[in-house]
């Protein structure tokens, strides 16, 4: 994957972040599940050291852990999880993407992540959905927008839209992809983004892709060949669905995640973490313990 512009210059600070060096851990969750849900005695919340979070049962949206859950705050990628929902409520996966110059320089200006895609490529949307959500493109993010707002503003118009219809009240976007604006960023809430990935889970087609580690594309009429691999660390622990990863200074490093344990499915998120590494831990024991108390 192509890094962006950017990346050289801000290496030093970015391995202080991921080390935890150069910014202090949150202060500790003392926050549980709410007192009236069963086994809320028995088994203590794991620390959570993010400044929110949330954790839900899917199939009936009992809430388990709740930290801050409404707090407005900017998301980073996670954005790019509802970029996917949209694109397919209006386009087919076989549809045909034309990636164009402005897409690349795009991401790359913007400082964010991309799927390296090729301009000239063409190439359909389920393809490029792995580009968009394994690798984090924020080209994908921007061809998809693009193709079908038609137009980036009416694409995110599209989103904020599609926000209200999910009850998603406490959420706005500003664009496809969770980059900072000139204008400010987007933002969303813990409990917002859980809504958005239970329903996000329901899509066949997303399903299988979060839970993909690495993705290839062979080259074929019309584009050149890709090998997209997921940032989601979670990917391969027993039970998980995977979901989406996160990080800009402002928000801080983000985790979507999902897993199944004794029958049930639970979505989870994570907000504005210190530590990259420590995210994927903290879901983990969220996920083991929200099962632990649904089995009481």
């Known amino acids: 994957m192509r890094y962006p512009k950017a990346f050289l210059t801000a290496t030093a600070g970015a391995l202080a972040l991921v080390t935890g060096l150069t910014a202090p851990a949150h202060a500790q969750a003392t926050t549980t599940a ?3 849900a069963a086994g809320a005695s028995t088994y203590d919340a794991p620390s959570v050291y993010g400044r929110a979070a949330y954790l839900m049962d899917a199939s009936t949206g009992n809430v388990l852990f709740d930290k801050a859950g409404n707090k407005r705050m900017p998301i980073a990628s996670l954005t790019k999880t509802m970029t996917a929902y949209v694109v397919l409520k209006y386009a087919k996966p076989t549809d045909v993407v034309h990636i164009k110059r402005q897409d690349e320089t795009y991401a790359e200006d913007g400082g964010g992540t991309t799927a390296d895609l090729s301009p000239g490529d063409t190439i359909t949307v389920g393809q490029l959905l792995y580009g968009l959500l394994l690798p984090s493109g924020a080209d994908a993010a921007h061809a998809l927008a693009r193709t079908y707002g038609p137009g980036v503003p009416g694409f995110v118009a599209k989103m904020n839209a ?36 239970a329903k996000a889970l329901q899509v066949p087609l997303i399903k299988q892709v979060v839970g993909t580690r690495t993705h290839h594309l062979a080259a074929g009429d019309g584009h050149g060949s890709y090998t997209w691999r997921n940032t989601n660390r979670l990917l391969g622990t027993p039970g998980v669905l995977g979901m989406k990863t996160g990080f800009t200074r402002a928000a801080g490093y983000c985790l979507a995640f999902a897993g199944e344990k004794h029958g049930r499915t639970m979505v989870g998120i994570l907000l504005d973490e210190s530590v990259s590494s420590r995210r994927f831990s903290t879901a983990e024991n969220l996920l083991s313990w929200g099962a632990q108390r649904d089995s009481a």
């Open 34 to 36: 709410p007192a009236s």
């Open 162 to 197: 599609t926000a209200r219809e999910l009850g998603m009240t406490d959420t706005h976007y500003v664009n496809a992809d969770g980059l900072p604006t000139p204008d400010g960023d987007g933002y969303s809430t813990a409990r917002d983004q859980a809504v958005l990935a």
